[in-house]
C-alpha cells in the first residue's frame, strides 16, 4: 500500500467541525482511500472510504482532492466520543492478503 | 448484533506454555485475519484466511499458527510463547473482497513472561 502522512495530533472543542488532512502523493489510480479509528482501549473501526468522489456517512464526511493526493476526514460536530487515533489507509482494489496497512494516525482530543 | 469476538481478552503465561486465542464472528464473513499492534510498530498483520480452510501468512507469521475449520471461527495459536510476543491482538472479519469494511474484535491483550 502507498504511504499517507497524517498530523500526530489535533485537538478540537466538542461540537465544532473537525478537519483531519492526510496527504497521499504516491497514490495510484486504483487505490481506495480509507479511515478508520481506534477509541481508547478498543478495536479500530471503520469511518468511511472514497475513491474519488466526495463521500458521507453517517459518521463523517470525505473530501477528496480533484488530483486525488490529499484528503480530509470532516467530523461535523465532534462529541467527546470522537476522541481517538484516526488511519488514513490506501487500499488497492486486489489488496494482497486484504490487509490493512495501519500508520501512525492523528490523535483527536475533543475538550468539552 | 453483529460482531466479533475475541477470548480471552487479558492473558498472562509464561514462556513455552502453549496458548490458544479464539475469535469468533457471526456475520457469515468469508474473510477473516490476526493483526498484532505494538507501541510505534502500529497494527501488523499476522495471518488471514481468505474461507475455510484457506489461510495464508501475513507480515509477521513467526512464532504463530492458524487453522480456519469453520467459516465463524479462527483461533490464533501460539505453540511456545515467547516474552516478544507480549502485545495486543485484534482478530478482524469482512466480506470477501478488499474494499469492504473490516469489523475488529475488542482485542486480546497477552503478556509473555
Known amino acids: 500500500d502507498a504511504k499517507t502522512t497524517q498530523p500526530n495530533s489535533m485537538e478540537s472543542n466538542e461540537e465544532e467541525p473537525v478537519h483531519l488532512p492526510c496527504n497521499h502523493s504516491?497514490?495510484?489510480?486504483?487505490?481506495?482511500i480509507h479511515w478508520y479509528r481506534q477509541l481508547p482501549s478498543q478495536g479500530p473501526e471503520y469511518v468511511i472510504h472514497g475513491l474519488t468522489s466526495n463521500v458521507n456517512n453517517r459518521m463523517a464526511s470525505l473530501a477528496i482532492a480533484e488530483d486525488r493526493k490529499s484528503s480530509t476526514l470532516i467530523l461535523h460536530r465532534a462529541t467527546l466520543r470522537d476522541a481517538a487515533v484516526y488511519y488514513c489507509?490506501?487500499?488497492?482494489?486486489?489488496?494482497?492478503?486484504?490487509?490493512?496497512?495501519f500508520g501512525g494516525g492523528t490523535r483527536v482530543l475533543v475538550k468539552p | 448484533e453483529a460482531q466479533v469476538t475475541q477470548n480471552p481478552r487479558y492473558l498472562i503465561t509464561v514462556t513455552g506454555k502453549k496458548l490458544t486465542v479464539t475469535c469468533s464472528q457471526n456475520?457469515?464473513?468469508?474473510?477473516m485475519s490476526w493483526y498484532r499492534q505494538d507501541p510505534g510498530l502500529g497494527l501488523r498483520q499476522i495471518y488471514y484466511?481468505?474461507?475455510?480452510?484457506?489461510?495464508d501468512k501475513g507480515d509477521v507469521p513467526e512464532g504463530y499458527k492458524v487453522s480456519r475449520k469453520e467459516k465463524r471461527n479462527f483461533p490464533l495459536i501460539l505453540e511456545s510463547p515467547s516474552p516478544n510476543q507480549t502485545s495486543l491482538y485484534f482478530c478482524?472479519?469482512?466480506?470477501?473482497?478488499?474494499?469492504?469494511?473490516?469489523?475488529f474484535g475488542p482485542g486480546t491483550r497477552l503478556t509473555v513472561l
Open positions: 489507509i490506501l487500499r488497492l482494489i486486489k489488496a494482497a492478503g486484504n490487509k490493512l496497512t
Open positions: 504516491t497514490i495510484s489510480g486504483t487505490d481506495y
Open positions: 484466511s481468505m474461507n475455510v480452510e484457506v489461510t
Open positions: 456475520m457469515n464473513h468469508e474473510y
Open positions: 478482524a472479519s469482512s466480506l470477501q473482497g478488499s474494499n469492504n469494511e473490516q469489523f
